[in-house]
T-cell receptor, first 112, second 107 residues
Framework: DAGVTQSPTHLIKTRGQQVTLRCSPKSGHDTVSWYQQALGQGPQFIFQYYEEEERQRGNFPDRFSGHQFPNYSSELNVNALLLGDSALYLC???????????FGQGTRLTVV | KNEVEQSPQNLTAQEGEFITINCSYSVGISALHWLQQHPGGGIVSLFMLSSGKKKHGRLIATINIQEKHSSLHITASHPRDSAVYICAAATGNQFYFGTGTSLTVIP
């Protein structure tokens, strides 16, 4: 049983570009949450998707958007990248919005 | 003020020592999670607690709901326990994370 998988594992983008990160939840899970973890900090909640809708959102600008597909996989899109967007982006899945979350390995995004 | 506070921020221990990491939270929670993050970013969920105490191998997690405090204990620490340990308070549909405790166990 594959756990939460994220792709790509590493990514380098130029300031102003757009990026799409992908997450496949653990088998049987229907909820996906995205987090941004800056170096030396704890993860910060971006948003959560359940039943293909954004259910809750953290304090992130509209440049951060997402999507959940019928197979429960999810994408995180970031437009107009800033240097400060450089971070580890973590995806977590769960069965239902409040259940124990399993985390992926993360995508390390570097904006230059 | 952060919703979740952890202490200490950094911890160095000799192999075999008993280790305690503390977590205090200020929000109402449905559960409290302890996570382990290894260099490179991968996060593993260690425990989910809503009351009492849980044990898994050499790891023990406790929570006091009235005091809004949780502790993670590692008995007979080993260099492979070296990682960042993160406390996360689950409330509603989201988590509030502590900044983590960086543990280094020296052989």
């Amino acid at each position: 049983d594959a756990g939460v998988t994220q792709s790509p594992t590493h990514l380098i983008k130029t300031r102003g570009q757009q990026v799409t990160l992908r997450c496949s939840p653990k088998s049987g899970h229907d909820t996906v949450s995205w987090y941004q973890q800056a170096l030396g900090q704890g993860p910060q909640f971006i948003f959560q998707y359940y039943e293909e809708e954004e259910r809750q959102r953290g304090n992130f600008p509209d440049r951060f958007s997402g999507h959940q597909f019928p197979n429960y996989s999810s994408e995180l899109n970031v437009n107009a990248l800033l240097l400060g967007d450089s971070a580890l982006y973590l995806c977590a899945s769960s069965l239902g919005p409040q259940a124990l979350s399993f985390f992926g390995q993360g995508t390390r995004l570097t904006v230059v | 003020k952060n919703e979740v506070e952890q202490s200490p921020q950094n911890l160095t221990a000799q192999e075999g020592e008993f280790i305690t990491i503390n977590c205090s939270y200020s929000v109402g929670i449905s559960a409290l999670h302890w996570l382990q993050q290894h260099p490179g970013g991968g996060i593993v969920s260690l425990f989910m607690l809503s009351s009492g105490k849980k044990k898994h191998g050499r790891l023990i997690a406790t929570i006091n709901i009235q005091e809004k405090h949780s502790s993670l204990h590692i008995t007979a620490s080993h260099p492979r326990d070296s990682a960042v340990y993160i406390c996360a308070a689950a409330t509603g549909n989201q988590f509030y994370f502590g900044t983590g405790t960086s543990l280094t166990v020296i052989p």
